[in-house]
Every structure is written in C-alpha cells, then in structure tokens.
C-alpha cells in the first residue's frame, strides 16, 4: 500500500515531515465506531498559515505519495543527505500545495 506524506521546508531545511495514510485511516475508522481521535499530525491549514505569513523564509509544502517501505525518516534522510536532491525529488514526484522553488537569479540585486 501507498503512503502519502506531507513534506514542508524553507530556506533554512526541512521542516516537517508527516504520514498521512495512517491518520486518516485511523479517523476513519474511529468515525465509523462513532469514536473521536485526536490527531498527532501537525494541522495542514496551520502550515499554510505560517507559511503565507512567513514568506521571507520562501516555504514549500508538498503532498507526495511513496511506494510501501518509504517512511518519514527515509524522506528525512534523504533531505539530510542532500537537502537540494531531496527538494527537486519532492517536487518532482509531488502535488505542490504552496511555495514556488527559489530562483536566485530572478532575485539577484543588480
């Protein structure tokens, strides 16, 4: 089974990194026995909202769905590995919900 995750990094690193397959999966079932669950995923429209109002830090956020056996920590390693590999791979494969890549050269002073 797929895994979806929400990756969100600024100029300064990755920032977060959140399974969110097994979340919803847990609300669902708890919807259906009637049941309330707290969830331990940070909340998505806060993200966006530190984001908009932090746009100095230039943040990205990410949908990206991994084959089975990817993890959260296999994205993180892999944003510490190569923190610049790690972002054009999420790019590449993800649905981008905010943020536009950096272009230094559109920004250069002259």
């Given at each position: 089974?797929?895994?979806?995750?929400v990756v969100m990094w600024d100029?300064?690193?990755?920032?977060?990194?959140?399974?969110?397959?097994?979340?919803?999966?847990?609300?669902?079932?708890?919807?259906?026995?009637?049941?309330?669950?707290?969830?331990?995923?940070?909340?998505?429209?806060?993200?966006?909202?530190?984001?908009?109002?932090?746009?100095?830090?230039?943040?990205?956020?990410?949908?990206?769905?991994?084959?089975?056996?990817?993890?959260?920590?296999?994205?993180?390693?892999?944003f510490e590995a190569s923190p610049?590999?790690?972002?054009?791979?999420?790019?590449?494969?993800?649905?981008?919900?905010?943020g536009q890549p950096l272009n230094?050269?559109?920004?250069?002073?002259?």
């Amino acid at each position: 089974m797929n895994h979806q995750f929400v990756v969100m990094w600024d100029c300064n690193g990755l920032e977060v990194v959140a399974d969110i397959t097994v979340d919803e999966q847990t609300r669902v079932w708890a919807a259906l026995k009637g049941q309330k669950i707290e969830s331990r995923l940070p909340n998505l429209n806060h993200l966006m909202l530190r984001a908009r109002y932090n746009n100095q830090r230039n943040y990205e956020i990410y949908i990206v769905e991994a084959t089975e056996g990817i993890t959260a920590k296999v994205i993180e390693d892999m944003f510490e590995a190569s923190p610049q590999a790690g972002a054009d791979t999420i790019r590449r494969l993800g649905h981008r919900l905010l943020g536009q890549p950096l272009n230094l050269k559109q920004r250069a002073i002259v």
